[in-house]
């Protein structure tokens, strides 16, 4: 049973360029989380997907947006990069009953120069 | 502002011993208190949960504190063997009817020497 898996496992932007992050969930689970990771600090909440709808939102500009499949996939985008966009981006899958115990991907390390 | 934090960023510990870790927090709505090890070029992985109702929850070899009057939680590890090694991070889940949020602290970096 493959656990969470994200793609690309690096990527490196340029300032204004848009980018696209894609997550599949662990088999089974319903809801994804999108979370920003910067060096040395905890995940940040960017949203949640669940029945292919925005469920929740944290404090992240519209430049973020992102995307659930049918088949529970995620997309995250963000647009116009900036410098302090460079991160890591964690996906995250879960029952929705179950929303505390979150499966976490090994994540995007995004670098924008 | 963030509502949960960590006293101390650094801990080290000697194999074998019990390692604690403490966090803090500042919303007393939180629902769920969670704990996560995340290891080195890995995502965070679930350890435990207590709900706020709750003043003590025990998992293998883990076991968290919950002080609701001083708002405190804790993360105590029994015997910890160098697998210990990771950050740890505190997290609280509220809940919106069917909508959740986690928010993270910082992180505790453990480190277990031999």
């Known amino acids: 049973d493959a656990g969470v898996t994200q793609s690309p496992t690096h990527l490196i932007k340029t300032r204004g360029q848009q980018v696209t992050l894609r997550c599949s969930p662990k088999?089974?689970?319903?809801?994804v989380s999108w979370y920003q990771q910067a060096l040395g600090q905890g995940p940040q909440f960017i949203f949640q997907?669940?029945?292919?709808?925005?469920?929740q939102r944290g404090n992240f500009p519209d430049r973020f947006s992102g995307h659930q499949f049918p088949n529970y996939s995620s997309e995250l985008n963000v647009n116009a990069l900036l410098l302090g966009d460079s991160a890591l981006y964690l996906c995250?899958?879960?029952?929705?009953?179950?929303?505390?115990?979150?499966?976490f991907g090994p994540g995007t390390r995004l670098t924008v120069t | 502002g963030e509502s949960v934090g960590l006293h101390l960023p650094t801990l080290s510990v000697q194999e074998g011993d019990n390692s604690i870790i403490n966090c803090a927090y500042s919303?007393?709505?939180?629902?769920?208190f969670i704990w996560y090890k995340q290891e080195s070029g890995k995502g965070p992985q679930f350890i435990i949960d207590?709900?706020?109702?709750?003043d003590k929850r025990q998992g293998q070899r883990v076991t968290v504190l919950l002080n609701k009057t001083v708002k405190h939680l804790s993360l105590q590890i029994a015997a910890t063997q160098p697998g210990d090694s990771a950050v740890y991070f505190c997290?609280?889940?509220?809940?919106?009817?069917?909508?959740?949020?986690?928010?993270f602290g910082k992180g505790t970096l453990l480190t277990v020497n031999p």
């Open positions: 995250a899958s879960s029952l929705l009953r179950s929303a505390n115990e979150q499966y």
């Open positions: 088999s089974g689970h319903d809801t």
């Open positions: 997907y669940y029945e292919e709808e925005e469920r």
């Open positions: 919303n007393s709505a939180s629902d769920y």
């Open positions: 207590i709900r706020s109702n709750m």
């Open positions: 997290a609280e889940n509220r809940r919106r009817g069917s909508n959740y949020k986690l928010t």
